[in-house]
């Protein structure tokens, strides 16, 4: 297993997600918290599965903690209090994640390996914004400027 991406919640939680190199169902993204050990998060073997083994960038913002897969073709989202699994949202090459939340609502802003920039809704996954194409092959980093 090798950590490789991580994110900090507005409590100082620290999530990470990890690569694993061999066929198996350990969780890949796990919490810590100063002076305690990492833990799992909780979810079935077919969330992990999901991920095909590997995570590319991970992103909070207020209670849900978003973390994309381009080799399953995902961005999952997870409670950042109960750091239970909450739902997925399917994209072909899906990496580069950041989000910004408001009163009432948690975007997701997420780019391609193919070059597509969408703007997704993480409570209900609808995209909010047609898919831009951009010509940019992506990669696993985003980070939201200004709205």
């Known amino acids: ?3 490789r991406h991580l994110t900090r919640s507005d409590d100082d939680r620290i999530f990470v997600g990890a690569q694993l190199y061999r066929d198996t ?7 810590h918290v100063s002076g305690e050990d990492l833990l799992p998060l909780n979810a079935d073997d077919i969330i992990w599965k999901s991920h095909n ?3 590319a960038s991970l992103a909070v913002s207020g209670s849900i903690l978003s973390v994309s897969s381009p080799r399953g073709n995902i961005v999952s ?3 950042v ?3 239970a699994y909450l739902s997925m949202y399917h994209r072909r090459d899906i990496a580069g994640i950041s989000m910004s939340s408001s009163s009432d609502n ?3 802003f997420a780019t391609t390996g ?3 920039f969408v703007v997704i809704d993480s409570k209900n996954k609808d995209v909010q914004r047609n898919t831009i194409t951009s010509g940019i092959a ?3 980093h985003l980070s939201l400027a200004a709205m």
């Open 1 to 3: 297993m090798s950590l």
């Open 25 to 31: 169902e350990t969780p890949l993204i796990v919490s």
């Open 53 to 55: 083994r590997y995570t």
């Open 77 to 79: 989202f997870w409670n």
């Open 81 to 83: 209090e109960t750091q």
């Open 106 to 108: 948690t975007q997701l």
């Open 114 to 116: 193919d070059g597509l």
């Open 138 to 140: 992506w990669d696993n």
